[in-house]
């Protein structure tokens, strides 16, 4: 088994049109994710997945790899699967690890918690979480929460926050329980990914905007590994505006 990292990389983003591009201290958003994803120790080979000849360039520019892919793709695992091409002929067993490329400093050890997961042959769809620490992370509608069983499964994912204590105000509830929030870095078995993108948009996946739904109610299991690393999105230029001033 071998591992991979993509990075779904597309212009036209209706919030933030041209977003990894944008510059931080002197570097495009896509060169810092690239060099901080190349950190990750477990990773057989790293490329940009993109539908954008500006970004092809820009990565070619700081010497990465890219490869061009559709532009009518739905989502990053779209992407991601069509790009698996760019490694050659990958073994079903092989995992893709789709990494955000709108997270600039995302630390290279949360990729490697992920790829942790894959030592269980039995897995096939992996993700990482973080403990919520704070009320304006829970009851913030961008930030996605997931319940999970046991054995580390996951339940669901809401941007409501989860569980609902009916007994106690919601200024109350971190006291009365643990809530997580879902780190959007994927990785897939090659086989499995083969499989989920064929998959029609779903019920609940159209409610909640969150693609991972669609696997769930199509009897897919996602496992969860905790990771204590905090990483960073950025949705819009005035999130950019945030980072650039504070870093």
Avoid at 61 to 88: I, W, Y
Avoid at 143 to 164: C, E, M, T, W
Avoid at 192 to 219: D, F, H, M, T
Avoid at 224 to 238: F, G, H, K, V
Wanted: hydrophobic share 35%.
């Amino acid at each position: 088994m071998k591992i991979f990292g993509i990075i779904p990389a597309r212009y036209d983003s209706s919030r933030f049109p041209g977003k990894p591009l944008g510059m931080i201290h002197g570097k495009p958003m896509i060169q810092r994710v690239y060099e901080q994803a190349s950190g990750c120790k477990s990773l057989s080979g790293l490329v940009v997945a993109t539908d954008d000849e500006r970004i092809k360039q820009c990565v070619n520019g700081f010497g990465g790899k890219v490869c061009m892919t559709s532009r009518n793709h739905r989502s990053g695992t779209e992407r991601c699967n069509e790009a698996t091409g760019f490694f050659g002929e990958l073994a079903s067993d092989d995992i893709i690890i789709n990494v955000q490329g709108d997270e600039p400093f995302i630390d290279p050890h949360q990729l490697d918690q992920l790829a942790e997961c894959f030592v269980n042959s039995k897995i096939q769809i992996g993700t990482l979480i973080k403990k919520i620490v704070s009320n304006d992370e829970l009851i913030d509608t961008n930030v996605v929460k997931v319940i999970f069983d046991k054995n580390l499964k996951a339940i669901y994912f809401s941007r409501q926050p989860l569980p609902f204590f009916r007994s106690k105000e919601p200024n109350g509830w971190l006291e009365s329980g643990r809530y997580y929030k879902h780190v959007g870095l994927y990785g897939y078995a090659v086989g499995l990914l083969q499989e989920i993108v064929k998959l029609p948009e779903s019920s609940l996946e159209k409610a909640e905007s969150l693609e991972q739904l669609r696997w769930i109610e199509n009897g897919y299991s996602i496992y969860l590994r905790e990771t204590e690393y905090e990483s960073i999105a950025i949705d819009s230029p005035a999130d950019l505006l945030k980072i650039t001033n504070r870093t």
